[in-house]
C-alpha cells in the first residue's frame, strides 16, 4: 500500500514538472520552435519511461526523487534558456539540452535494469 501511494505521488510530480515548464507552455500554445518541440517530444517519452519504471517498482523512491529534482532543474534551465533568446534555443543550447538528455537515458536504462 505504501508504495502504491508513493508511486502515485511520484507519477503526479513527474507528469506536472514535465508538463507546467513555461517553456513547454509557451511552445505548445504557440506551434513552437522545431527544436524546442524536438526536446519537448524527448522529455515526454522520458518522462513517460520514468513513470513505467516507477509503476513497475524497477526505480526506487529515493532514485526517482533525484530524477525528479534532475527533471525540475532542467525544466528550469530550458525555461530561463527559451524566454532568454526570444522563444528559442540557440544551437549550441539545443546541443547541451540533447545531451542532457542523452544521459538521462542511457541512466534511465540503467536504473530500470
Do not use: C, W
Request: glycine residues 6%; aromatic residues 6%; proline residues 3%.
Amino acid at each position: 500500500m505504501k508504495n502504491r501511494l508513493m508511486t502515485m505521488i511520484l507519477t503526479g510530480i513527474v507528469a506536472s514538472s514535465v508538463l507546467s515548464s513555461p517553456a513547454f507552455a509557451k511552445t505548445a500554445a504557440s506551434g513552437g520552435h522545431p527544436a524546442i518541440h524536438e526536446i519537448q517530444v524527448r522529455e515526454t517519452v522520458q518522462a513517460q519511461r520514468f513513470q513505467q519504471g516507477v509503476s513497475s517498482g524497477t526505480i526506487s523512491p529515493t532514485v526517482a526523487a533525484q530524477d525528479i529534482a534532475a527533471r525540475q532543474t532542467f525544466n528550469s534551465f530550458l525555461a530561463s534558456e527559451v524566454q532568454a533568446n526570444n522563444g528559442h534555443l540557440t544551437k549550441q543550447e539545443f546541443v547541451q539540452a540533447n545531451q542532457r538528455l542523452n544521459k538521462a537515458s542511457v541512466d534511465l536504462y540503467d536504473q530500470k535494469h
